[in-house]
């Protein structure tokens, strides 16, 4: 898609912001709408943006694909990681009322942690799926030109 | 009875009823993977009409103020759901594109000739 | 919606017919954002629309772009999905009316979400509070089917034609 510039330029300048509305969405959802499932979303959709303009090997130079799949494990890991924490700080399975010194606080910083490990998750598959797809066929790659 | 009524539950049967015609009609696998969409989307739709409180607002509290707020319990299990839906949507997308791999076709009967010639 | 749910059952060009279902899906998001679910509206929006149209046309340029047209009648599925149909809506003459706030589904626990969720956690979305407190088991389950399907796919789709590279990396690891 080279000879495609407006297309290119364009890209270009807009992916920073979809990546900083994304972090926005994932940071700020405690207070407006938006959560980790969104901003995974909208991360991943930086990503694929770039692959489909810049093509499907420079993508994979950005971001490498054990760094994907790190990413969608590691997600799980921290949420997963949250409920022992507060299992061994003695409570339940993902109470957070242990993670910090009074209940209120500590459960912001659980939400805050569980909605991280949401977001990478969701974020990592997306890109994972769509490189998975992008990669077995012959046309996007075409693209590059 | 005031309009909408029960209006809200029969626009999502219709759209599910769509979906499942889709389903159940059409031979074509990306088709069908459309339809499972819309019959989601019509099941999404189910669930949110439930949650709406005539007057309420969206249910992110506004300190101090007496406000009515809808059902947010609707919403999360719907939120979850469409994130989920497109994951599921992905893997069945990529069986249909081993089936086609497979068989060099995505229409039905094509697929069940080729098992019959093959067996 | 209704007119592009006609739209896709009649057009035999797929790739019409997944653009239409991305238009689908931002109409039910606009849809969600009339009736107060705006989290939901955003995850449409961004899933439906975005992520799941570039899918569906990843896996069309793996396949073909247009249907063959049908050869199958089209008479009993219509008779099952009227019957269905008919069905259910005769099944919602009893549910509560659109927007009612008596009806059950406002009684038993969503008060409590709404009050007490932000002197627990001090987060005015009730949404996420609800989401990653109260139901994080759910959630938990949802982000592992995430997961699973994320391991599917690439299960399914990194190996053979455009994966030779990847085995290549795993033996090496092994």
């Known amino acids: 898609m080279s000879h495609h510039l407006v297309v290119r330029v364009v890209s270009k300048l807009l992916i920073p912001y979809i990546l900083l509305f994304g972090l926005y969405v994932q940071f700020h959802g405690d207070f407006g709408p938006g959560g980790g499932f969104q901003a995974g979303v909208i991360f991943a959709s930086a990503f694929i943006l770039y692959a489909l303009v810049h093509g499907l090997n420079n993508a994979r130079k950005v971001l490498p694909d054990h760094w994907v799949r790190i990413g969608v494990a590691l997600g799980l890991i921290i949420y997963a990681g949250t409920g022992v924490i507060s299992l061994f700080l003695g409570r339940n399975f993902l109470d957070y009322d242990v993670l910090s010194q009074n209940p209120v606080s500590g459960q912001h910083l659980g939400i805050f942690a569980v909605e991280f490990g949401v977001g990478l998750t969701v974020a990592s598959v997306m890109v994972a799926i769509f490189f998975a797809f992008a990669g077995r066929g012959h046309k996007i790659d075409e693209m590059e030109g | 009875m005031e309009w909408p009524g029960l209006y809200n539950y029969w626009i999502a049967i219709f759209l599910m009823m769509a979906g499942l015609y889709i389903v159940i009609a059409q031979q074509n696998l990306i088709k069908k993977m459309v339809g499972l969409s819309v019959f989601q989307a019509s099941v999404f739709i189910l669930y949110i009409t439930m949650g709406k409180v005539t007057g309420g607002t969206a249910p992110i509290i506004i300190p101090g103020d007496d406000v009515l707020y809808s059902n947010p319990l609707p919403h999360v299990l719907i939120l979850t759901a469409i994130v989920v839906g497109v994951a599921t949507l992905a893997l069945g997308l990529a069986i249909i594109v081993r089936i086609y791999e497979a068989y060099g076709s995505i229409e039905e009967d094509d697929i069940e000739k080729e098992e019959e010639n093959a067996r | 919606m209704v007119l592009t749910v006609f739209l896709i059952v009649k057009l035999h ?61 089209p008479f009993v599925p219509l008779v099952v999905v009227l019957l269905t149909g008919g069905a259910l809506v005769y099944g919602t003459l009893d549910m509560p009316v659109y927007g009612d706030p008596n009806a059950p589904i406002h009684q038993h626990v969503a008060p409590v979400y709404l009050e007490e969720g932000i002197k627990e956690t001090g987060v005015p979305n009730v949404v996420t509070v609800v989401l990653a407190s109260y139901r994080s088991y759910d959630t938990m389950g949802e982000v592992t089917v995430i997961f699973t399907a994320g391991i599917a796919v690439m299960a399914l789709l990194a190996v053979g034609a455009g994966g030779r590279r990847r085995r290549k990396d795993g033996e090496d690891k092994a």
Do not use: H, Q, W
Not at chain 3, 35 to 51: L, W
Not at chain 3, 57 to 71: D, F, N, P
């Open chain 3, 13 to 73: 060009n797929l790739f019409a017919v997944v653009m239409i279902s991305g238009i689908y899906s931002l109409l039910a998001a606009t849809f969600f954002v009339v009736v107060d679910a705006v989290d939901v509206a955003f995850t449409e929006a961004a899933v439906g629309a975005g992520v799941s149209t570039v899918l569906m046309l990843g896996a069309l340029s793996l396949t073909t772009r247009t249907e063959k047209t049908g050869t199958r009648k």
